[in-house]
């Protein structure tokens, strides 16, 4: 299983923006599908973006679309979540995982974990005044 570590994290003022990043300790992120997810307390956790396996296709929840840009660059085994336009609402603990990915051609991405997958410790995004 891939040891995910998701850093990137901390306090910031709504409008404002943050850049995660998620890197393995062990197996290279090359050649995954990978998304994004978040947990806020009380909820459930939310798939909120993934890019595919080769980095030609990506998908984001609607709450995040237009303000989120997910990345990857698998020379430097990272995969990255740039936040902008901050919200409240955007407070959660943010998670990387590997996804599912259809195949077709090119390959496309599901927001959706691999069943069984792997997850890191998160790193903790709070966006307040």
């Known amino acids: 299983q891939l040891q995910l570590v998701e850093s990137g994290g901390g306090l910031v003022q709504p409008g404002g923006s943050l850049r995660l990043s998620c890197t393995t300790s062990g197996d290279a992120l090359g050649g995954l599908s990978m998304g994004w997810f978040r947990q806020a307390p009380g909820t459930e956790r939310e798939g909120i973006s993934c890019?595919?396996?080769?980095?030609?296709?990506?998908d984001y929840a609607d709450s995040v679309k237009g303000r989120f840009t997910i990345s990857r660059d698998d020379a430097k085994n990272l995969i990255y979540l740039q936040m902008n336009n901050l919200k409240p609402e955007d407070t959660a603990v943010y998670y990387c995982g590997d996804v599912l990915e259809r195949t077709s051609i090119p390959p496309e991405c599901l927001v959706t974990p691999v069943p069984g997958g792997s997850w890191g410790q998160g790193t903790r995004v709070t966006v307040s005044s």
């Open positions: 890019i595919s396996s080769d980095g030609s296709h990506t």
